[in-house]
């Protein structure tokens, strides 16, 4: 669309206003209305933002900054996605991108001079089961090939609003492969609650201690201390967040979860807020499900009509709680919990310093419980079922079970859930997979296992995992996921300590040198070097873990890297002779003598 008018702007900030109010936490979800409606964010709603929030000029800008689906400059009216992740392109997205932007006659990352199409990589939109994917002014359209691509050229030239493509581009299925202990029944309503109210808070919070159930993350807190914790600290408020911003690239359980579970995660929530006894809670969705934000809210309204979210939930006096959706805007980082409450702040998605955790100072300074989907859809489940019914399975250490997202060279990509202490080999089996080189666990910030390493199993103990399970087969060169993950933390990177965002960008160019066929056994040590210093000197987790994949693979995957060296000693990473081409041609010099190589 073309620059709008002061009044077009100061209208839908008005509008917004009314419908997400002026509290200055609201400020991201009134950026994302106005990306969606202008295509960018213009300066005109900056001010008026200002003006209507009391916020600060700074704080809005560095803002627009920090969230990649957000844009200080207009975008096209076609604002088109391409996930970016390794199993995207293991499926031929980079062709298909190059093909439409042919079609278009646009380059990646740009904007055409009409205005009418913006074409760009973005990092995993989590429907690896069913890529190649795009999404198309924020809504996925999956299962790309060459048709689709043309059709899709073929609708943008003549205009034809995203709204009137056919349904089928966007359609997304659950591909639930393997249910286990918690999706082999289907989604309830208010069994959990019964439960609850029946024996009261301190029982259910014992039947969670019993379960053994721990976060599914990653990192494996104990979900019940946590809940404990929250509700020993002293505090007027208590919250109750669901971290849905699954950005692991692999990761896609989430989706599936929200769209077929959605009742047992609220329920979830709900429990928690009853035993904390917060009163609010947050759902923080993923910027790219922004998909499935009528289905939760249509769940969320309806769930009030059954008296199970509002005032006296169940007909319980005083057992008042409701949950508000609040959307990312493309910030991997925002799954970090600290991240992830400043972000539902209103504010740049930065890491806080902890302590304090924020069970004792999360939003807005307020005992908060951060869990994620997995985590309370088998909270829900165990109030259920019982404590000792999800101890059934599992190990000692790792009570239950794990959802898995399966994706890459398998024959079967989808969902899979498994008991802990399940070995990889049984999940390839399943999947169908074959001669395979390497699975990804975990995602980009995750494990990179070898064949003999196939029989460790699933658990805390052992192979720790939020849920991705990408898998490459022995065609596979190794270095190429290396180079998608040293991009991706690069790009992901927030920039707030030096040693995540140099260190980002020295591991991405230094695994550019190696793929160039320049690099040197110096440049793979520095990499090693590189590597370390992230992990014990980062801010966070991203920093910590951005640096695995590549350490990974040079430990068991050397001949990847090996292969490509120059030679053994040490060589720049740019070519000084020929930077200095300019220089010559202004002296008007091309000797021997003018030249590098012939003095070394
Ligand atoms: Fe930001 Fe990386 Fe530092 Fe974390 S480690 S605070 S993501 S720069």
């Known amino acids: 669309m073309s620059i709008p008018s002061a009044e077009q702007v100061a209208g839908l900030v008005a509008e917004s206003i009314h419908q997400r109010g002026r509290e200055p936490e609201s400020l991201l979800q009134h950026l994302i209305a106005i990306q969606q409606k202008f295509n960018h964010v213009p300066e005109s709603a900056v001010e008026a933002l200002v003006g209507e929030l009391g916020v600060a000029r700074t704080r809005i800008k560095s803002a627009v900054a920090f969230y990649a689906f957000l844009h200080d400059r207009p975008r096209g009216e076609f604002d088109i996605l391409f996930s970016d992740n390794i ?21 990646p990352g740009t904007t055409r001079a009409d205005g009418r199409v913006t074409v760009d990589p973005t990092s995993c939109t989590g429907m690896c089961d069913q890529g190649p994917a795009i999404l198309v002014n924020g809504m996925a359209v999956t299962r790309l090939d060459a048709q689709r691509v043309d059709r899709i050229a073929d609708l943008v030239q003549a205009g034809t609003e995203p709204v009137h493509w056919p349904g089928d581009f966007f359609r997304v299925v659950d591909n639930l492969r393997h249910p286990g202990l918690l999706l082999s029944a289907p989604d309830t309503q208010g069994g959990g609650l019964g439960t609850l109210l029946e024996k009261g808070a301190d029982a259910a919070l014992a039947e969670v201690e019993r379960s053994g159930l721990r976060g599914r993350g990653g990192a494996g807190f104990t979900t019940a201390l946590k809940w404990k914790l929250c509700r020993q600290a002293r505090s007027a408020e208590r919250y109750v967040v669901c971290n849905a911003d699954e950005g692991e690239p692999g990761t896609f359980k989430d989706r599936v979860l929200l769209t077929s579970y959605a009742d047992l995660v ?11 006894g917060a009163r609010r809670g947050f759902l923080y969705l993923r910027g790219e499900y922004r998909y499935l934000l009528r289905h939760l809210e249509s769940v969320l309204e309806r769930r009030r009509a059954q008296g199970l979210l509002g005032r006296d939930i169940r007909g319980e006096r005083g057992f008042d709680f409701d949950i508000a959706i609040h959307l990312g805007a493309g910030a991997y980082v925002c799954g970090e919990e600290s991240a992830l409450i400043e972000s539902l702040e209103g504010k740049r998605g930065v890491t806080r310093k902890r302590p304090p955790f924020p069970v004792t100072s999360g ?6 419980v951060v869990n994620n989907v997995e985590t309370f859809l088998a909270a829900a ?6 404590g000792a019914w999800f101890r059934s399975e599992g190990t000692d250490k790792s009570a239950g079970s794990k959802i898995l997202s399966v994706s890459g060279d398998v024959d079967r990509p989808g969902i899979y859930e498994y008991p802990f202490g399940t070995p990889v080999s049984q999940v390839l089996a399943d ?3 074959e001669h395979t080189q390497a699975v990804q666990v975990s995602g980009a910030a995750g494990e990179t296992l070898s064949a003999p390493e196939f029989e460790r199993v699933l658990a805390f103990e052992d192979l720790p995992t939020a849920g991705s399970f990408m898998v490459f087969h022995h065609g596979r060169d190794m270095l190429d996921m290396v180079r998608n993950f040293a991009h991706f933390f690069q790009h992901e990177s927030c920039g707030f300590c030096t040693p995540c965002r140099v260190g980002t960008a020295l591991l ?4 550019e040198k190696v793929a160039a066929g320049q690099a040197s056994d110096y440049d793979l040590d520095e990499m090693r070097h590189v590597g370390a210093v992230m992990r014990q000197a980062s801010h966070c987790g991203l920093g910590h873990s951005a640096p695995n994949h590549l350490l990974s693979t040079l430990e068991k995957f050397p001949e990847s890297c090996r292969r490509r060296l120059r030679s053994p000693d040490y060589s720049p990473s740019f070519d000084l002779d020929a930077a200095l081409a300019d220089a010559r041609a202004i002296a008007g010099r091309d000797d021997a003598g003018a030249h590098l190589e012939g003095e070394t």
Do not use: F, K, N
Request: include cysteine; glycine fraction near 10%.
């Open 508 to 511: 991405r160019d230094l695994v």
């Open 363 to 368: 939003y807005l300074g307020h005992p908060t």
């Open 266 to 276: 609220l329920e979830g929530m709900t429990a928690c807020a009853r035993i904390i």
């Open 87 to 107: 199993t995207d392109q293991m499926l031929g997205s980079r062709r298909l991108m190059r093909l439409l932007c042919e079609r278009l006659d646009v380059e």
């Open 431 to 433: 999947c169908g997979a």
């Open 381 to 386: 489940r165990i109030l259920e079922q019982g």
